[in-house]
């Protein structure tokens, strides 16, 4: 079973248009981080959450963290093309066993046409 | 500059050769960590370093051995490649355990 469901998996849009994409799991987290990762290209961090309904924004991208700390969500307003990529949520897990492990979700690869 | 490097970005091998794949960071981070990623893009952790102590080695086989000659440069090199072995494979670093990471450009390796 995946730590992590992203939904949806695959996105197709036009520019211009809203889009929301979620990050779900049953588990508790302390953080949760956003990457997007560009054709070729590593992925790259965009955001940590941290707090509860917590809601953060960087410039056309708005991030929430669940009241729970159990799921996130990102918004994109206006998409352009240059959003095309592939968005993945990650937590870093703590504990004995589990120190350093950053999880990933499976992704939500995300095409905007000009 | 560059803050995580790693080379080479492509590989193509044969299958049963031995081939290294190099990794430095300038960020004077703690911590390094190699990651596989499938086709289906699902991004997952090989190993960890930190200050160039192994943490995390997640069920990896054998043939997969990361050295870290310092705490700037995790290498990984693997014996005896299979056509499983076809993946990309990032290096990635962070200030330290538990802390949010920062990847390479990848390695694109292909078996044949």
């Known amino acids: 079973t995946q730590l992590l469901e992203q939904s949806p998996q695959f996105l197709s849009i036009q520019e211009g248009e809203n889009l929301t994409v979620y990050c779900n799991s049953s588990?508790?987290?302390?953080?949760l981080q956003w990457y997007r990762q560009e054709p070729g290209e590593g992925p790259v961090l965009l955001v940590t959450?941290?707090?509860?309904?917590e809601v953060k924004k960087l410039k056309r991208l708005t991030f929430q963290f669940g009241d729970a700390r159990k799921d996130s969500s990102l918004h994109i307003t206006a998409a352009q093309p240059g959003d095309t990529g592939l968005y993945l949520c990650?937590?870093?897990?703590?504990?004995?066993?589990?120190?350093?492990?950053?999880?990933f979700g499976d992704g939500t690869t995300l095409t905007v046409k000009p | 500059d560059t803050a995580v490097s790693q080379t080479p970005k492509y590989l193509v091998t044969q299958m049963g050769n031995d081939k290294s794949i190099k990794c430095e960071q300038n960020?004077?981070?703690?911590?390094m960590y190699w990651y596989k990623q499938d086709s289906k893009k699902f991004l997952k952790i090989m190993f960890s370093?930190?200050?160039?102590?192994?943490?995390i080695n997640e069920t990896v086989p054998n043939r997969f051995s990361p050295k870290s000659p310092d705490k700037a440069h995790l290498n990984l090199h693997i014996n005896s490649l299979e056509l499983g072995d076809s993946a990309v494979y990032f290096c990635?670093?962070?200030?330290?355990?538990?802390?949010?990471?920062?990847f390479g450009q990848g390695t694109r390796l292909t078996v044949v």
């Open positions: 990635a670093s962070s200030r330290k355990l538990n802390t949010e990471a920062f």
């Open positions: 588990s508790v987290f302390s953080s």
């Open positions: 959450v941290v707090t509860g309904g």
């Open positions: 990650a937590v870093l897990r703590g504990g004995n066993t589990n120190a350093g492990k950053s999880t």
């Open positions: 960020l004077g981070h703690d911590t």
């Open positions: 370093y930190n200050n160039k102590e192994l943490i």
